[in-house]
């Protein structure tokens, strides 16, 4: 019986202790930025690079990760949160363009037997339009533009 009670009196004082560091955790992070996508994007690189360095093992890529992980730290605790939402909307915008690029190159790939993806040179709109070759009269539906464009195969 007594050891059931000492085991109860253990489990709440481990409870009140977690509760405590929770409440300290929180408590150091008000103010401070945080995570957000750039931080995961960090994090990811030097994941990937840890791995290569099993592999490759350099003195100059474990500088990088260390440096890589300074940075997330400090960017997470920072408490200049207009510039780390700058920062992570910069990051945001340059990563939506690749991932765009990848993507019409991927889906030139995909249909490329059926159909070309051509800019137009007034909007720079992307028309994915029917494959026929030679010199095409071309109407953009988006600005209502007309262009000659060869499409040599
Ligand atoms: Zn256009």
Request: overall charge positive; aromatic content about 16%.
């Amino acid at each position: 019986m007594t050891y059931i009670n000492q085991y109860r009196i253990y489990l709440r004082r481990l409870g009140d202790n977690v509760r405590n560091f929770l409440k300290k955790a929180a408590e150091f992070m008000q103010g401070r930025y945080g995570h957000d996508k750039l931080n995961t994007f960090i994090w990811i690189i030097a994941a990937v690079l840890y791995v290569i360095n099993l592999f490759v093992r350099s003195p100059f890529i474990v500088i990088v990760i260390l440096l890589a992980g300074a940075l997330a730290v400090f960017r997470s605790l920072s408490t200049n949160i207009t510039k780390r939402l700058y920062e992570n909307n910069r990051f945001l915008s340059i990563y939506g363009a690749v991932a765009d690029f990848f993507k019409r190159q991927y889906m030139k790939l995909r249909d490329f037997k059926t159909h070309r993806y051509i800019r137009c040179p007034y909007c720079k709109a992307q028309l994915r339009l029917k494959k026929r070759t030679g010199i095409q009269r071309i109407h953009c539906p988006k600005c209502n533009s007309d262009f000659k464009k060869n499409i040599y195969f």
